[in-house]
Nanobody, 119 residues
């Protein structure tokens, strides 16, 4: 019954900002690494950013200095603050989390949230 609910996508003009969130719920023992992926139309899914339980972060080079990934362990939530957005970054953004339950440790994916270029 682990579920990820994403929100925060929408229409943005070039140079605009959005803050994505992804909240996990269910029979969760622990959440380890959390991350964000994006898939633009006609392209492969790309890893954007990850954050470990200890808050160590990694970013794809193209977003460094503009995007910030963070997490609130008490709320089982990961965020992606996106600033100075570029038209080519329009995509469906997916949250992925490595979660330990009573049965196993595995990856879970959110439903995706759409970021659309408004220009």
């Amino acid at each position: 019954q682990v579920q990820l609910v994403e929100s925060g996508g929408g229409l943005v003009q070039p140079g605009g900002s959005l803050r994505l969130s992804c909240a996990a719920s269910g029979n969760i023992f622990s959440i380890y690494t959390m991350g964000w992926y994006r898939q633009a139309s006609g392209k492969q899914c790309e890893l954007v950013a990850t954050i470990t339980r200890a808050a160590m972060t990694n970013y794809v080079d193209s977003v460094k200095g503009r995007f910030t990934i963070s997490r609130d362990n008490a709320k089982n939530t990961v965020y992606l603050q996106m600033n100075s957005l570029k038209p080519e970054e329009a995509a469906v953004y997916y949250c992925s989390t490595n979660i330990r339950t009573a049965e196993a440790t595995s990856d879970y994916w959110g439903q995706g949230t759409q970021v659309t270029d408004a220009s």
